[in-house]
């Protein structure tokens, strides 16, 4: 083994290069994810879970096998560090595109896709395709421009980016060992027709003044009808770059209309049985989810603008007005008679279903498999200041409480690959080596009490001020009231399938399913606020800035079709 520490690279004191010819003092090295269970063999159907995937011009294969090239740990910070990754195992006639990297402090599981020119068929239309030219799809570079090095003589890091040909895009950074320039067979550049474009996403490493960083990517446009396709590559660069700007390398682009390696119905539903979450509510939760059809049959009442009296719902929600926008002339509300409203309130466990939205991802390389929970209330907040934890009385409250999560699905294998929990007006992705599993490969999702916001473990999560420890509590734990989504399910929508999914009539109401409410917050809030000690205690207008928005009033909730993310991606 031998250790170079870059003491001045490019003017930067942050990095400590390992190359490992022994065991001696070696990084740790991140060891592969698998999932709980092995993957079941899918039902029959087209492109879904075969390994490849047709995008048109090109054909993709994803690689999971890598041989380590170069590990780095900062001298300042995290000790694991992070490491870079040449593709192995290419089949026969693939090229590769670039290559990976990740940190060492979590597991191994990361994809490149590799790509090979197809010939099409003489029946085959491509979308946004030229058929005219006569340019390849996939050509070499013509060299690389050296982006950063440890400039130490042999045996450091070094980085290269592929310079195109006129016309052609490169999709990732080569990491050598050595100063010597890649050969340009190492990898190919995709022409600029097939290509969109891509920006930064989580940051992998930084040095600590900025001056080199490494970030992994996505395409810039993301949701049900975009096109753009991860390749699973890095991008680095010694300059700012911002969360929207366009890079350098770009992201391969679907133009395969039939998007034939997303699942058929039988497949969604294997797969739903496979990997269909639990989600557990918290011991103490009173305002439990319940089927829609319930909340009709239970009392739920129709308001338009202008008349006092509501209408009964039909079971099926057929009399809700379809379609159009949320412009505020009709609204849901709970039952007028008390006893009806309490009942109503607090739901009906043994009825909740999930309502699955299934949608291409990511240029339909991946599913997303959405799960929308409905609870008929939400119940008042609890606030936390400091120490101090105080359960309000109504704010917070509202009618109609519409939560999901989405299973991300990997095209290629059927994996299940990220789990996003939404929370509140955000949410997060998280890896599925980092969820908890329950009866095989079916990740467990933790519902927060009364807010039914969701999270991947158990306990408290403040959405607010972490460093002053002020905001709403969301508190989650297992208990004995969940939901089994694996088998309490019913499909809604499936766009892409064609018609081959009814959508019922309660999803095309798209107004509000609870009434505008308006808190009397301040006064409860100036009565909080006088219990803080002095050397604690804000003016009212700088708590106020602290909490959530929904403390001061809230407009009744819109349905599923409503989000931005039915359409669009998940917000992270």
Not at 41 to 57: A, V
Not at 147 to 152: A, K, L, N
Not at 385 to 405: P, R, S, T
Request: aromatic share 14%; glycine share 10%.
């Amino acid at each position: 083994m031998f250790e170079l520490l870059g003491d001045k690279m490019f003017g930067c004191e942050c990095f400590c290069w390992h190359k490992h010819t022994d065991h001696q003092y070696p990084l740790p090295q991140p060891q592969p994810f698998f999932l709980p269970s092995p993957i079941p063999e899918w039902p029959l159907g087209q492109g879904f879970g075969t390994g490849k995937i047709n995008l048109g011009e090109l054909e993709v294969v994803k690689i999971t096998e890598f041989e380590r090239v170069w590990s780095c740990s900062l001298l300042r910070g995290k000790a694991e560090g992070v490491t870079f990754y040449k593709p192995v195992g290419i089949p026969d006639g693939f090229f590769c595109l670039g290559y990976y990297c990740q940190p060492n402090d979590q597991l191994l599981r990361g994809y490149v896709l590799v790509a090979r020119e197809r010939v099409a068929s003489s029946t085959e239309v491509y979308c946004d395709y030229d058929s005219d030219t006569d340019f390849p799809a996939l050509r070499k570079p013509v060299n690389y421009s050296l982006i950063w090095s440890t400039d130490c003589g042999s045996g450091c890091g070094f980085f290269w980016l592929p310079n195109p040909p006129l016309g052609y895009k490169a999709m990732g950074i080569l990491v050598t060992d050595t100063p010597d320039e890649p050969d340009v067979e190492e990898v190919r550049c995709v022409r600029e027709d097939l290509t969109k474009s891509c920006e930064i996403m989580d940051t992998i490493l930084a040095t600590d003044a900025n001056t080199f960083q490494v970030w992994n990517t996505r395409p810039c446009r993301r949701g049900m009808f975009c096109k753009g396709v991860s390749v699973g590559t890095f991008f680095c660069c010694t300059y700012f770059v911002s969360e929207n700007q366009e890079l350098e390398i770009a992201c391969l682009k679907n133009l395969d209309p039939s998007l034939h390696a997303m699942p058929n119905l039988d497949q969604i539903h294997a797969l739903i049985k496979h990997y269909g979450a639990t989600v557990f509510f918290h011991p103490n939760e009173d305002c439990m989810p319940s089927s829609v059809q319930w909340f009709f049959k239970n009392g739920a009442l129709l308001y338009k603008d202008g008349k006092v009296n509501g209408e009964p719902i039909d079971y099926l929600g057929s009399n809700l007005p379809s379609g159009g926008t949320n412009d505020g002339a009709f609204w849901i509300d709970l039952p007028r008679d008390d006893n009806a409203r309490k009942n109503v309130r607090n739901g009906n466990l043994e009825s909740a279903e999930l309502y699955v939205h299934v949608k291409p991802a990511l240029g339909g390389t991946f599913t997303d498999i959405v799960m929308w929970i409905f609870c008929p209330f939400n119940g008042p907040a609890n606030l936390k200041i400091g120490l101090m934890n105080i359960q309000m009385n109504k704010i917070g409250q509202h009618v109609g409480d519409w939560e999901h999560f989405t299973l991300r699905i990997s095209n290629f294998t059927g994996e299940l690959w990220q789990v996003y929990f939404s929370q509140h007006s955000g949410g997060e992705w998280v890896d599925a080596f980092n969820l908890e599993f329950i009866e095989g490969n079916k990740p467990i999702v933790y519902s927060s009490k009364h807010g039914h916001a969701s999270f991947p473990h158990p306990g408290i999560y403040l959405q607010g001020s972490d460093k002053l420890g002020i905001g709403i509590r969301n508190d989650t734990a297992r208990s004995k009231y969940f939901v089994d989504s694996s088998t309490r399910y019913q499909i809604v929508a499936a766009e892409y399938l064609g018609g081959v999914v009814t959508e019922p009539c309660w999803l095309q109401y798209m107004r509000e399913w609870g009434p505008t409410i308006v808190y009397d917050s301040r006064s409860e809030l100036d009565k909080i606020i006088s219990l803080l000690p002095l050397f604690v205690r804000f003016s009212v207008e700088n708590i106020f800035d602290l909490f959530p928005t929904e403390l001061y009033g809230e407009e009744g909730p819109t349905g599923p079709k409503e989000k931005d993310n039915w359409v669009g991606d998940e917000r992270s």
